[in-house]
């Protein structure tokens, strides 16, 4: 989230959802910042970040992901989106809050499943640590692709989906927390859902 690219969140995507070239759209937005300085949330960069796995695996993303890290983990993806170029999307992915919960235990138990390491320790720690600041005042930072928090002095990871899908990792605590919504609220209502919870743990 630090590509620099200039992108507004539930906009930009629309201004380009009908071209046939994603990325060639992506990478003709301007370049508004210098790039790995700021943080700027966008489906956009998510987008080539799965291009990059695609080219380098040589396998299509959720081919890849299955034999990866869904088939292991016995996730099943229901549905997810394909852009006009066939490639599946930067958003758009759909599983169960059980599903949920599993994946969430897995980056608990640093890459563990059952007994079998699914992706390296080394890469959970690197994954989940605090890369770049964005409200001090708050004590809330970004991963790779993680949002951290803290609440009532508890480091909180959280996979954050549209809408307020969320998978809320607490270590310290050696818990995992699943919410899913309709889509229409207030997508951050879990974080003070935990707040009340961690404060009386």
Same mark, same amino acid.
């Given at each position: 989230m630090t590509s620099g690219l200039k992108w507004e969140e539930d906009v930009t995507e629309y201004q380009i959802q009908n071209e046939k070239d994603w990325a060639k759209g992506i990478l003709s937005q301007k370049q508004d910042k210098y790039p790995g300085k700021s943080f700027n949330y966008s489906t956009g960069d998510t987008y080539l970040l799965g291009l990059v796995i695609q080219n380098a695996t040589? %396998? @299509? &993303?959720?081919?890849?992901?299955? $034999? %990866? *890290? &869904?088939?292991? &983990?016995? #996730?099943t993806c229901e549905y997810w989106h394909k852009n006009n170029d066939q490639y599946t999307s930067g958003c758009n992915f759909f =599983?169960?809050?059980?599903?949920?919960? =599993?994946?969430?235990?897995? #980056? *608990? +138990? %640093?890459g563990k499943y059952k007994d079998k390491q699914i992706v390296p320790q080394n890469w959970i720690? =690197?994954?989940t640590k605090e890369t770049i600041s964005l409200r001090e005042e708050e004590e809330c930072s970004y991963g790779y692709l993680w949002w951290i928090d803290h609440i009532k002095n508890h480091k909180v990871i959280t996979a954050w989906g549209h809408g307020g899908q969320m998978i809320h990792i607490i270590p310290d605590k050696k818990m995992v927390v699943v919410f899913t919504t309709d889509s229409s609220g +207030? @997508?951050?209502?879990?974080?003070?859902? *935990? $707040?009340e919870i961690l404060s009386h743990s």
């Open positions: 040589g %396998k @299509e &993303l959720k081919t890849y992901m299955e $034999e %990866k *890290l &869904l088939t292991p &983990l016995n #996730i =599983i169960t809050p059980k599903e949920m919960a =599993i994946f969430g235990q897995m #980056i *608990l +138990d %640093k720690d =690197i994954s +207030d @997508e951050g209502f879990s974080f003070g859902v *935990l $707040e």
